[in-house]
């Protein structure tokens, strides 16, 4: 798989600061399948880990009232099923409330043979991905919110679902990318 990346660290005083982009990237169905569960605990947690646990459940928990109360939709983000997910939202939460426009990425990767064995099946079609995504986050928030721009702190927050066909075997000339 080609991967490209430009990394730029932008450092502003300034109140306005420059859209951030998020990128979650699958490449197959049990990617999807294993985020169904929550945040987990070892058996005997240290007191360090309780206490990082409960803090993450309290940044979800908290992410819940702006997303609702400054969108038409409601929120049910949570660590204990779809973790991930509710943890990316909350982190793009976050982030508006310090007062950057954020862009969030479901991005799948189609085509991903390399990716395939008996338990797994790489996604074909943007449809596909698209499908998937939106069944993972209906226990989460209506369909609606994909692809929507919204307003959160008075930043921008817009949570897509794209996907991108790229060649295994060939060089990264060019990236298609579906929505």
């Known amino acids: 798989m080609c991967v490209a990346a430009n990394r730029r660290l932008r450092v502003s005083t300034s109140p306005v600061h420059a859209p951030l982009a998020a990128v979650e990237a699958k490449a197959h169905d049990v990617e999807l399948i294993h985020e169904e569960g929550g945040k987990k605990l070892d058996k005997e947690p240290t007191k360090g880990q309780l206490i990082n646990h409960q803090h993450i459940e309290q940044a979800i928990d908290w992410a819940n009232r702006p997303l609702t109360a400054d969108t038409p939709f409601s929120f049910s983000l949570t660590s ?19 007062g950057y426009p954020v862009i969030l990425v479901y991005l799948g990767f189609l085509d991903a043979e390399e990716m395939r064995s008996s338990t797994r099946t790489p996604f074909a079609h ?29 930043k921008a927050f817009i949570p897509l679902i794209r996907s991108a066909r790229i060649s295994y075997d060939k060089p990264c000339e060019t990236l298609e990318v579906f929505a």
């Open 80 to 98: 204990a099923f779809r973790y991930q997910m509710s943890n990316r939202f909350a982190s793009a939460i976050k982030l508006t409330q310090l």
């Open 126 to 154: 943007p449809e596909e991905w698209s499908s998937h995504v939106k069944a993972h986050s209906k226990k989460l928030f209506p369909d609606e919110v994909w692809n929507k721009r919204m307003t959160v702190f008075d």
